[in-house]
């Protein structure tokens, strides 16, 4: 294979009555990344779902949010000829080169027998369908770029939620004068990445955004618009903390939940760690999708199944496909998880409020397509490797970042 980059590589019982009992237990080891308090709430509607169903759930998880460490886990087991049952990715192309190698099993049999070409989102289905072929189960539908806010912290410190970058600068100062941190904001390379992407769309809208992800026009990136935006990301550096190094996103999270800081952007799976606080999403702590532009992000999950010559663990996949997309165990997930389900046939009247915003947003056409779906892994490796790079270092200017984002676009063209 390839080099792989950084980037690539109640409910229950109803559930069981829906997909039918096994005669005996069939295991899934499952690979994923979600091992945060939030995630692992969720992650266990699913394992519970297929338990009742007559399976067996076999919890491979791998730390990481960023999921670099488990897609590679998992690429390695397969290549090496001991795939798991189910391994996750997300909704995109980081898993192209493994249908291309022929290693993962199309799902069209139990797509066609569960209804997904009726009942998914048109462009999720999309993501994950080759040459004609379902190649992937979608769990979610993730929006990456939201502002989170700490009401209570915004109060201590006299200011309020803002409407557009001006306002959230003002707020930032505030919170400065009054010994709180402005923006809780992770070491990691990819939460960087959101945090960009927050404001590329919120600032410079969501054309500018289509044309240096799925255009790659480095016009576009020597435009005074995406100026504008290199700029604002730049100041956001100053109003960071200087525990940004080695913070992960939940702790960020967390943060804004206990009023430690006023801001972070973290994608909507932040409310998993809310819900899990005992807080309530958009009463405890605040949201705004999209800062300046609001858009809903499609992004989101997947499960990839290896092909495999063990009939037994065959049986088990299947089953394991009809589970992860049965209406029950979507919305059981999906609340706990912080996003939305992929299928348009259930029940969303008990969404939180934050939720229902992008929900809003989804329905009006007020939508972009993620850079997953949009650009290949190397490119994204190269855009993170770029993006990271600048945000931890302020000597570097945004014109220099300009400069970095340009040559990308000009050789991935």
């Known amino acids: ?108 049999d139990v797509a066609d027998a569960e209804g997904w070409k009726q009942h998914i989102n048109p462009l999720v289905l999309a993501a994950v369908t080759r040459d004609g072929k379902i190649y992937a189960a979608p769990v979610n539908i993730h929006s990456n770029i939201w502002l989170w806010y700490s009401p209570a912290a915004l109060e201590k ?101 206990t009023g430690q800081a006023g801001f972070n952007f973290m994608g909507d799976w932040a409310k998993g760690e809310v819900i899990a606080a005992g807080k309530t999403p958009g009463t405890d702590v605040g949201c705004i999708p999209g800062l300046g532009n609001q858009e809903f992000w499609i992004g989101g999950d997947v499960f990839v199944f290896p092909v495999n010559k063990d009939p037994e663990a065959t049986k088990a996949q299947k089953l394991l496909e009809k589970v992860l997309l049965s209406p029950e165990a979507q919305v059981a997930f999906n609340n706990k998880k912080g996003s939305i389900p992929v299928r348009d046939d259930v029940d969303l009247s008990k969404v939180d409020a934050c939720a229902a915003q992008g929900i809003a947003l989804a329905k009006a056409g007020n939508v972009v397509e993620s850079t997953d779906i949009l650009i290949s892994p190397d490119v994204s490796g190269s855009f993170t490797d770029a993006i990271a790079s600048f945000f931890s270092d302020k000597s570097k200017t945004s014109d220099d970042f300009v400069a970095s984002i340009a040559s990308i676009v000009e050789g991935a063209k």
């Open 1 to 108: 294979m390839k080099r792989m980059t950084k980037a690539m590589f109640g409910a229950a019982a109803m559930v069981a009555l829906m997909v039918g009992s096994a005669s005996a237990a069939e295991k899934a080891e499952v690979i994923h990344w979600w091992t945060s308090g939030g995630e692992a709430a969720a992650v266990q509607e699913f394992a519970a779902a297929f338990n009742a169903a007559g399976g067996e759930w076999v919890d491979a998880a791998v730390a990481g949010g960023g999921g670099d460490a488990a897609r590679t886990a998992g690429i390695n087991r397969i290549v090496g000829g001991n795939p798991p049952t189910a391994m996750q990715f997300n909704t995109g192309k980081q898993f192209d080169e493994l249908v291309t190698q022929g290693l993962l099993s199309p799902l069209d």
């Open 157 to 257: 410190a006299g200011a309020t939620a803002p409407k557009n970058w001006d306002e959230f600068f003002a707020a930032g100062d505030k919170l400065k004068a009054a010994g709180i941190v402005p923006v809780a904001q992770s070491g990691d390379a990819w939460t960087q990445v959101l945090t960009f992407n927050n404001v590329l769309i919120g600032a410079g809208g969501k054309d500018l955004y289509y044309k240096i992800y799925k255009d790659l026009d480095v016009d576009a990136v020597k435009s005074p618009e995406f100026k504008k935006v290199a700029d604002i990301f730049a100041k956001l550096r100053d109003y960071t903390d200087a525990g940004m190094q080695g913070r992960q996103w939940n702790q960020a999270t967390a943060m804004i939940v």
